[in-house]
């Protein structure tokens, strides 16, 4: 879409409830123009938030009146940073990656030092610690009156591998137009402490900023680990997704929680105020299924990835036809919220996997779209749905 304050190209996170969001906008930029050749708007995109950036932060969303923008979000300018890298690597623009680079230094610095929401890097570790009371930064962000349902403060694990991965954006892009980085010791420094959230078995979901870790079975270590700097080593990779597997996995997509654990909500529906409460705890998200995919991919896992996209591709012919349904129910697997309800980072990463890694994959054969994929796809996916229905009817 084209905006006029700022003036610039942004991404609808979702109709018919959401206007233009930060976080939406940059997860969704590699799957809707920078596989779609679009870099003149994947440039214009990045313009456009890189010119609203306030004290090292994007706006989480735009106000839909024009006047301003909220700007509690940790992870967006995080993803900012990803997104500017990656849209290098696919168009080769250097120049504006020399244009952009001193913004994001700036950007990087900000929360090195410290900056809103208690966001800044942790000096002992060089982690990013974020979070005060009453305020939601991470996707999980729901906030109902004065209750942050998923409030995930301290030290979140998809926001380490996203601080990593960001600091390590500033130092290959330096080198690409052949300037000196600037922070690579914040990078190693990181990378060298992102292992206090293994437990030894599995990954955290948080580790509190006293200390102690919160071992919440969510999609988060997974989004971590598929980014390019995060450390760990074959067998830490294979808990990950062996974890996400057993306990998360849908046909389409991901619980935001385990069904296993006793916060656990499975239906999606009903008043506002339930279906948020459910939002995070157990309702299903295809985007953080593209995690577990690259995970799959790099260990060479195609038909395990390509197993774990059918129930998309067929779900694409149903609820708003040729979308990806922002979210589903946990327990039955229905689309959830209105039916015209479509976020723009489930179908921008779904085009990610389809068109992406594993379209080039050299073991994959080339196959002719049928008809009507939904009925390949029911049969494709009797294992998940099978190993769906016995976790949550178990869960207790």
Same mark, same amino acid.
Request: glycine share 10%; with cysteine; net charge neutral.
């Given at each position: ?62 106000? /839909? ?8 979000? +940790? ?6 940073? +990803?997104?500017? /890298?990656?849209? +290098? ?39 990013? !610690?974020?979070?005060? %009371? ?30 990593? %991965?960001?600091?390590? %954006? =500033? ?32 990954? %955290? ?39 996400? =597997?057993?306990? !998360? !996995? ?22 506002? +105020? ?26 060479? /896992? ?9 129930? !998309? ?84």
């Amino acid at each position: 879409m084209r905006r006029t304050n700022p003036a610039g190209t942004s991404v609808i996170a979702g109709y018919p409830w959401f206007a233009d969001w930060g976080r939406d906008a940059m997860i969704s930029l590699t799957g809707l123009t920078l596989l779609t050749g679009r870099f003149a708007e994947a440039r214009d995109l990045l313009d456009t938030f890189l010119r609203s950036v306030r004290r090292g932060l994007i706006p989480n969303h735009f106000h /839909e009146d024009g006047q301003g923008a909220g700007y509690n979000t +940790v992870d967006g300018a995080l993803w900012l940073a +990803v997104a500017l /890298e990656r849209y +290098v690597a696919a168009s080769g623009d250097l120049d504006f990656a020399r244009k952009a680079l001193p913004q994001l230094r700036e950007l990087l610095i900000w929360h090195l030092r410290g900056t809103d929401h208690g966001v800044r890097s942790d000096a002992s570790d060089g982690l990013l !610690l974020a979070g005060e %009371a009453g305020v939601q930064l991470t996707w999980m962000d729901v906030k109902i009156e004065d209750w942050v349902v998923t409030p995930r403060h301290g030290k979140p694990v998809e926001i380490q591998g996203l601080w990593i %991965a960001a600091l390590g %954006a =500033e130092k290959r892009l330096s080198e690409a137009v052949g300037e000196q980085p600037e922070l690579t010791e914040a990078w190693a420094q990181a990378r060298g402490s992102f292992g206090q959230l293994w437990d030894g078995q599995a990954w %955290a979901d948080v580790l509190d900023a006293d200390g102690p870790l919160d071992l919440s079975v969510r999609p988060n270590a997974a989004i971590a680990l598929a980014l390019p700097d995060t450390p760990a080593t074959p067998e830490q990779v294979e808990a990950a997704v062996r974890q996400t =597997e057993t306990e !998360l !996995l849908t046909p389409l997509g991901l619980h935001t929680l385990s069904p296993r654990d006793p916060r656990y909500r499975g239906n999606y529906g009903g008043p506002q +105020v339930l279906r948020d409460a459910a939002y995070h705890q157990g309702t299903v998200w295809p985007w953080p299924l593209t995690a577990y995919l690259e995970l799959l991919l790099s260990r060479g /896992e195609v038909a395990q990835a390509r197993a774990a996209l059918t129930g !998309l591709s067929g779900h694409v012919w149903e609820a708003g036809v040729g979308h990806v349904s922002e979210v589903f129910s946990g327990d039955t697997l229905t689309p959830g919220a209105a039916p015209s309800r479509r976020g723009a980072w489930p179908s921008c990463c779904a085009a990610m996997c389809w068109s992406g890694r594993l379209k080039r994959s050299r073991q994959l054969p080339k196959t002719k779209m049928k008809t009507c994929p939904r009925t390949d796809s029911f049969r494709s996916t009797n294992t998940l749905m099978a190993r769906h229905a016995n976790l949550t009817s178990t869960r207790h």
